[in-house]
């Protein structure tokens, strides 16, 4: 089952502008993760923001956590072509598993 | 070694038939994960490997299931009497024990399995 939902669920937009992704979950966590995920292939994990951290930073991307209304967001800056895929936040409770629960994800297109 | 790979990488098979993925994990890493996605999802947890113990089973992995990782190495999906409701993208994750609580998987490009 999913944890939660993303919106919007398709995002289109100009090369060059920001683009913001939104992630609602409904348990608690301990760490939430964002993936991004080209047309038919695999995932591969971008950034990890912790419960006790509320921003994280990496090269273009900004992601925040609001743990009291469970959500979190995906800033990506300057978008370029290249980043046009699929992102998935996903929330890991740190249990005997340790698995990850992802989200419905958000269909990014950049138009050049 | 070059990350998590999947075998095969598209499979058509008709209905009642079986089917087996194969993954091979990173090979340090000590935890894998199988999960299932279909068109416009995101990935469901199927089940967890530690080493060569199955530590958990998602409700969704039905008696049709079964999923192996003898000496804790590679590991195997097989799906007997396959149905059109299993067509979907197997993914294959893995990663090394956390030491912080934080699990960052490692995918596969996937195993997509179309049943006609």
């Known amino acids: 089952s999913q944890q939660g939902e993303e919106d919007p669920q398709a995002l289109s937009i100009q090369e060059g502008e920001n683009a913001t992704m939104n992630c609602s979950y409904k348990?608690?966590?301990?760490?939430l993760q964002w993936y991004r995920q080209n047309s038919g292939r695999g995932l591969v994990h971008l950034i990890l923001?912790?419960?006790?951290?509320r921003e994280k930073h990496s090269g273009r991307l900004r992601v925040t956590l609001d743990t009291s209304k469970k959500s979190s967001s995906l800033l990506i800056t300057a978008s370029r072509a290249a980043d046009t895929a699929s992102y998935f936040c996903?929330?890991?409770?740190?249990?005997?598993?340790?698995?990850?629960?992802f989200g419905t994800g958000t269909l990014l297109a950049v138009q050049p | 070694d070059t990350g998590v790979s999947q075998n095969p990488r598209h499979k058509i098979t008709k209905r009642g038939q079986n089917v087996t993925f194969r993954c091979d994990p990173i090979?340090?890493?000590?935890?894998l994960y199988w999960y299932r996605q279909t068109l416009g999802q995101g990935p469901e947890f199927l089940t967890y490997?530690?080493?060569?113990?199955?530590?958990?089973k998602s409700r969704l992995l039905s008696d049709r299931f079964s999923a192996e990782r003898p000496k804790g190495s590679f590991s195997t999906l097989e799906i007997q009497r396959t149905e059109q409701g299993d067509s979907a993208m197997y993914l294959c994750?893995?990663?090394?024990?956390?030491?912080?609580?934080?699990?960052?998987?490692?995918f596969g490009a996937g195993s997509r399995l179309t049943v006609l």
């Open positions: 994750a893995s990663s090394f024990e956390p030491s912080s609580g934080a699990n960052v998987l490692t």
């Open positions: 348990t608690s966590i301990n760490n």
């Open positions: 923001i912790r419960s006790n951290e």
């Open positions: 996903a929330t890991g409770n740190g249990g005997a598993t340790n698995k990850l629960i």
């Open positions: 090979s340090e890493h000590n935890r």
């Open positions: 490997f530690q080493n060569e113990a199955q530590l958990e």
